[in-house]
């Protein structure tokens, strides 16, 4: 089992920057997938990105490629979620999740989650 805390969210302006936090206990997460979403009010939660148990491999959605990065930090078991650029539509709840197995884009695959951190960006 594991146990995920977000922290990091906000209020940022338009073109602002946040970084996002995931820490874990329990099993370290070199034994998952760990992937980021984020749901808006009345919209379905929404991959963002995710990283490879090794740190090796990331990936993103279209909508935040080139202004979001994941990365990990295997000694502090944690995961971030550099945002820059942001824009007023990246408002959502931002949660992280770790996965063992299944396809990575969905929520589904995910067997543990935080509880979500919120950011908001004005316009």
């Known amino acids: 089992q594991v146990q995920l805390v977000e922290s990091g969210g906000g209020l940022v302006q338009a073109g602002g920057s946040l970084r996002l936090s995931c820490a874990a206990s329990g099993r370290t997460f070199s034994s998952y997938v760990v992937g980021w979403f984020r749901q808006a009010p009345g919209k379905e939660r929404e991959y963002v990105a995710h990283?490879?148990?090794?740190?090796?491999?990331?990936y993103y959605a279209d909508s935040v490629r080139g202004r979001f990065t994941i990365s990990g930090d295997n000694a502090k078991n944690t995961v971030y979620l550099q945002m820059v650029s942001l824009k007023p539509e990246d408002t959502a709840v931002y949660y992280c999740?770790?996965?063992?197995?299944?396809?990575?884009?969905?929520?589904?695959?995910?067997?543990?989650w935080g509880q979500g951190t919120q950011v908001t960006v004005s316009s």
């Open positions: 999740a770790a996965s063992t197995h299944g396809i990575a884009t969905r929520p589904a695959s995910y067997n543990y």
């Open positions: 990283i490879s148990g090794s740190g090796g491999s990331t």
